[in-house]
């Protein structure tokens, strides 16, 4: 069974960094994209960035570059979402979901349970 | 840059047919991808490339696209379809997501 599971809830005040993870099994994590998307309370899906593990490639939204970083470890099947400075504004559930390819398109399949992050003094 | 509009809202009683439209520019010359998510939960895909349904997903689910409107389509609604639906398409090599539509089946 292809799945992805994510690091437990976080609390951290206003300034402090934070790194999350999303470990992939059930298939090759070097060779499927991995998306982060955020979900802030009571809002839609935005999508931050992604990443493919087998070369740490990366991309980011426009509106997340730069306030964020992405990364992976191949040999441990695992991707990395990161902060070095949070804000009350970063308060929103993360998840990581693989990207299924097709041509320059794709779907995402499936989805990590998601992490809260909540970042209040 | 590209943006998806979905209605905030849709009813429907059980066993009727559910339509969720998700609008932007020249849609239909793009894929359309559907997600289900019920609350507390991950979403979950449904459509696929405009009109596929994953394994597992029931037949009731369909989609299609053309124009500038990608549409979910949810024949005879179960009370288990109640949640939201959100749109997904590619543009320019990047992700956008429409702001979701809240399915209620009363």
């Known amino acids: 069974e292809v799945q992805l599971v994510q690091s437990g809830a976080e609390v951290h005040q206003p300034g402090e960094s934070l790194k999350i993870s999303c470990t992939g099994s059930?298939?090759?994590?070097?060779?499927?994209?991995i998306a982060w998307v955020r979900q802030m309370p009571g809002k839609g899906l935005e999508f931050m960035g992604i990443i493919y593990p087998g070369d740490s490639d990366t991309r980011y939204s426009p509106s997340f570059q730069g306030h964020v970083t992405i990364s992976a470890d191949k040999s441990i099947s695992t991707a990395y979402l990161q902060w070095s400075s949070l804000k009350a504004s970063d308060t929103a559930i993360y998840y990581c979901?693989?990207?299924?390819?097709?041509?320059?398109?794709?779907?995402?399949?499936?989805w990590g349970q998601g992490t809260l992050v909540t970042v209040s003094s | 840059s590209y943006d998806l509009t979905q209605p905030p809202s849709v009813s429907v009683s059980p066993g009727q047919t559910a339509s969720i439209t998700c609008s932007g520019d020249k849609l239909g010359d793009k894929y359309g991808f559907w997600y289900q998510q019920k609350p507390g939960q991950s979403p979950v895909l449904v459509i696929y490339l405009d009109n596929r349904r994953p394994s597992g997903i029931p037949e009731r689910f369909s989609g299609s696209n053309s124009g500038d409107t990608a549409t979910l389509t949810i024949s005879g609604t179960q009370a288990m379809d109640e949640a939201v639906y959100s749109c997904q398409a590619w543009d320019s090599s990047t992700v956008v997501f429409g702001g979701g539509t809240k399915l209620t089946v009363l």
């Open positions: 059930g298939y090759d994590v070097s060779t499927s994209w």
């Open positions: 979901a693989r990207r299924v390819v097709y041509g320059d398109h794709g779907w995402f399949d499936p």
